[in-house]
């Protein structure tokens, strides 16, 4: 009878933990006074070359790295870094911060306009930042990639205003980098979001312009089998040194401005329309979970006029729909993910006529003030598809292909200690005017890469990937890249 007694007791007391801890007011996972684990210092390096049959690197060997590869058909990188990881979620204050130099010997691209891709060498930080967490506040400051996507980055072709795609912006942002649960939620309303302003360094056309870069999400669920999440991002080009007119607003009233997207620049332009080149995305996603495994699928809608809420606006054609599986139960299939991507729509044909502003025929990532567009050191900072300027042979710095459609499949996994993923994308091009048919064109681009950690070999990381292209955009174009990396620890506190 006693231990019937004691059994009930066990069972009862379980049963209110377990209640207690569901029902949480405010479960940030955050315990004061509590430290697990050790803080430690590691070191990188690395090698890697490459070598294509084209003119240019195929298109997924160079895209999505963060400027990483160079799109020269033949280049080397040798990096050398030095990080902190941040390991301590349960305390109320962590921090991390990364050191990553990279030098570059590439080829000349035979009749390329840009001086940044005839030269033979060059060196760039690709990381340089720091990243402090005061309780549920970020603060990271430096060169570090802006990575917000929800959807299974090693896999998706890219978000559609950051995807990783050109070199990472120096930067200040604040805000709440991850979902946290809204106090009195109990865990099933998260919220999180940010403000970045960041330098445009690369200083072509525009001189000493900045990006100003906002965002919200909201997410409902926490530990329920299904959640719905909704997130906006409003990003804009503003301030610098115009060719033409001089300085454009850099100042507190201009950076207003921007905020709100309302006239008033300095020029004609800004003061008919927003002051700055103004992009922005906003994406719904239903996410169905269990226990080792997870499927979403999402929409992901851009826009660079007025803004109205998803399905509502004008070039409600326009966007990134996906579907995306993971799971960690069977290793040799781990995430498999497909999208397709749409941006031929763009408000409808005309920006005015007879008079009238229909307020259509965007033209993404182009500008009529910043005419570099929506691009740092000649590649989209959003995706890859709608084609970067380093592409252009006629020494224009515009986009001149914004308008695409494009099925794109991944799959990732680990075979026997061997990690692969397998990209491969259909892009049918029609220039920046649908009825061009000089303009337009079609690219199949392949990529399987391979990864493994051989211990035995002084427990260097191998990496091989294949890379091609294939169509009337850039030709037929095979390549390859071979990287060897080792890391190491330096110290641990």
């Given amino acids: 009878m006693r231990n019937k007694i004691a059994v009930i007791l066990l069972v009862l007391c379980a049963g209110v933990q377990a209640r207690e801890l569901s029902w949480r007011f405010w479960p940030t996972g955050i315990q004061d006074g509590v430290s697990a684990g050790a803080d430690t210092l590691r070191w990188t390096a690395g090698v ?26 033949f280049s080397g990188n040798l990096t ?14 962590d921090y991390d911060f990364g050191v990553q130099l990279t030098g570059r010997v590439q080829s000349p691209i035979p009749g390329s306009a840009f001086e940044i891709q005839r030269r033979y060498g060059t060196g760039y930080f690709n990381q340089l930042y720091a990243h402090v967490r ?6 990271t400051a430096g060169i570090k990639p802006m990575i917000y996507e929800t959807q299974d980055t090693a896999l998706s072709m890219g978000s559609m205003v950051f995807s990783g795609n050109s070199q990472p912006l120096p930067r200040i942002t604040i805000g709440f ?28 056309y525009m001189r000493g312009s900045y990006i100003h870069h906002k965002f919200i999400g909201f997410r409902f ?3 329920l089998p299904v959640n719905l999440s909704y997130e906006f ?44 080149n103004h992009v922005g995305s906003q994406q719904l996603m239903l996410t169905a979970k269990g226990k080792g495994w997870e499927v979403s699928a999402y929409w992901q809608n851009f826009f660079e006029d007025n803004f109205a809420f998803i399905g509502l606006g004008k070039n409600i054609a326009d966007g990134l729909w996906g579907i995306s599986m993971k799971q960690t139960r ?8 497909y999208e397709f991507l749409n941006t031929t729509d763009q408000s409808g044909p005309w920006h005015d006529r007879d008079g009238l502003c229909y307020a259509g025929n965007d033209q993404y990532y182009r500008n009529g003030m910043f005419q570099n567009g929506w691009n740092y050191f000649y590649r989209t900072m959003g995706t890859p598809f709608i084609t970067s300027p380093l592409y252009n042979e006629d020494g224009a710095i515009q986009t001149k292909n914004s308008r695409v459609r494009v099925h794109h499949f991944g799959v990732r996994g680990d075979i026997y200690g061997f990690q692969y993923r397998v990209k491969a994308s259909y892009a049918r091009n029609y220039g920046n005017d649908n009825t061009s048919r000089a ?46 990396s080792k890391r190491g620890i330096l110290t641990t506190w």
Avoid at 80 to 89: C, D, L, M, R
Wanted: net charge negative; charged share 15%; hydrophobic share 40%.
């Fill in 233 to 276: 991002h409003h990003a804009a080009q503003w301030g610098g040194i115009h060719p033409v007119y001089g300085d454009v607003g850099s100042g507190w009233d201009a950076y207003m401005n921007v905020f709100m997207a309302k006239a008033g620049g300095t020029t004609r332009i800004d003061q008919l329309n927003a002051q700055g």
């Fill in 439 to 484: 303009m337009q064109s079609e690219n199949t681009a392949l990529l399987v890469e391979v990864r493994k950690y051989v211990e035995k070999a002084w427990g260097l990381n191998f990496g091989l990937r294949l890379a091609a292209d294939i169509g009337s955009q850039w030709g037929n174009n095979f390549g390859a890249q071979i990287t060897i």
């Fill in 134 to 139: 005061l309780y549920i506040v970020d603060i």
């Fill in 221 to 223: 669920g926490g530990r």
């Fill in 177 to 204: 980098d991850r979902y946290i649960p809204f106090p009195g939620c109990y865990g099933y309303f998260e919220v999180k979001g940010g403000l970045t302003h960041a330098w445009q360094a690369d200083n072509i």
């Fill in 330 to 337: 069977w290793p040799f299939i781990e995430g498999v993910t």
């Fill in 80 to 93: 050398a870094g030095i990080y902190k990881e941040a390991v301590h979620p349960e305390r109320w204050w």
């Fill in 48 to 73: 890697s070359a490459v070598a294509s049959s084209g003119k240019f690197a195929p298109f997924w060997l160079q895209s999505n790295t963060y400027g990483d590869v160079s799109s020269s058909p």
